[in-house]
């Protein structure tokens, strides 16, 4: 058999099985990973809490330096949703797509919130722009673009 031939009968019997984490683009990568670190620290915020410790935090327009206040534990919920979304898409999880679409709207929701409706509970309003928005919109974009594919695309087999 000459060498085109062996060739040829070689990429027949190659198998090209993309993953799902090939779905995601370089810069939600960074962000998996980014609230991976977030995620991680979630437990030594919550002891610091415990502990009385103030610290600032912030997401979305939410902020406070009280870990155990309303606020504190809404922001705490964030940062847990968000590192198990980091963690359902870097390991590939069926639901991963599904609760990263709904972390998006979500996201989106409390911004637009904090945008249009807060500013008027408010003693002086004032409307800002929330800047989380720019990347939550083509987080959700992309995220509805590969939902079909990720649930299609066969786990990388490990």
Wanted: proline content about 4%.
């Amino acid at each position: 058999m000459n060498d085109l031939t062996q060739e040829i009968l070689d990429q027949d019997t190659i198998q090209t099985t993309q993953t799902r984490r090939g779905l995601l683009p370089l810069w939600i990568k960074v962000f998996i990973w980014l609230f991976f670190f977030f995620g991680g620290i979630l437990p030594i915020g919550l002891v610091f809490g415990l502990l009385g410790w103030q610290f600032d935090m912030a997401l979305y327009g939410l902020e406070t330096t009280f870990p155990l206040s309303l606020s504190g534990l809404i922001l705490f919920g964030l940062f847990a949703v968000k590192g198990m979304v980091s963690f359902g898409l870097w390991t590939e999880k069926d639901w991963g797509v599904r609760l990263a679409i709904a972390d998006a709207m979500v996201g989106i929701v409390i911004c637009l919130f904090d945008m249009f409706v807060m500013p008027f509970l408010q003693e002086t309003p004032a409307i800002g722009i929330r800047l989380e928005l720019i990347p939550l919109i083509p987080y959700l974009i992309k995220m509805r673009k590969i939902r079909i594919e990720w649930a299609t695309t066969a786990q990388k087999q490990r």
